[in-house]
């Protein structure tokens, strides 16, 4: 079955940058999406479609792509932004079934 | 303002069922792909199952194919999952998503808060 894989913790420190990667063979050919979580919160979506930003969310907040690799890129790190961030996108094979990373854990130090 | 609330959770014993419902408000709700993604406790998102606007189309991840189905009715801008022969592993908090559904992919633009499904004996 079709896996993106997520780096299960990254730490900053405030005003940092942190970059947090998610891998998959299908992704050159499937959108990605990110999502924050934070506890007892539902999820957020944070990035669509790769790169586009929903309205909402800080312009501190972007998505890149490159081959079987996309990157959630937070530029100027707050203690708000600590949560899980979970990477999303479908399997290629045209079954239309969604499949989510493992989840990443975001600590500000 | 997009509103989707779920309920419908509660305590199960091993192979039994149990019904979700997903009330809407806020958007054109027969507009709109829907799904159902559940969190085991202290775990990841899983996607459950989506479903098209129109119902047509339905699609599940493997582990509950056969024991869970999902539905919906516009008139009264509802979606819902019936889940049969439920397992331990089936226990977590299930959301409601709204779904995009563009260029042939889901992804969730709007959550419910969720509602738990503990299945124990």
């Known amino acids: 079955s079709y896996e993106l894989t997520q780096p299960p913790s990254v730490s900053v420190s405030p005003g940092q940058t942190a970059r947090i990667t998610c891998s998959g063979d299908a992704l050159p050919k499937q959108y990605a999406y990110w999502y924050q979580q934070k506890p007892g919160q539902a999820p957020v979506l944070v990035i669509y479609k790769d790169s586009e930003r929903p309205s909402g969310i800080p312009e501190r907040f972007s998505g890149s792509s490159s081959g079987t690799t996309v990157t959630l890129t937070i530029s100027g790190v707050q203690a708000e932004d600590e949560a899980d961030y979970y990477c999303?996108?479908?399997?290629?094979?045209?079954?239309?079934?969604?499949?989510f990373g493992g989840g990443t854990k975001l600590t500000v130090l | 303002e997009v509103q989707l609330v779920e309920s419908g959770g509660g305590l199960v014993q091993p192979g039994g069922s149990l019904r979700l419902s997903c009330a809407a408000s806020g958007f054109t709700f027969s507009s709109y792909w829907m799904s159902w993604v559940r969190q085991a406790p202290g775990k990841g998102l899983e996607w459950v199952a989506n479903?098209?606007?129109?119902?047509?189309?339905?699609y599940y991840v493997d582990s509950v194919k056969g024991r869970f189905t999902i539905s919906r009715d516009n008139a009264k801008n509802s979606l819902y999952l019936q889940m049969n022969s439920l397992r331990a592993e089936d226990t977590a908090v299930y959301y409601c998503?709204?779904?995009?559904?563009?260029?042939?992919?889901?992804?969730?633009?709007?959550w419910g808060q969720g509602t738990l499904v503990t299945v124990s004996s």
């Open positions: 479903i098209k606007q129109d119902g047509s189309e339905k």
């Open positions: 998503a709204r779904d995009p559904f563009e260029y042939s992919s889901s992804y969730f633009d709007y």
């Open positions: 999303q996108s479908a399997d290629s094979s045209g079954t239309y079934r969604v499949v």
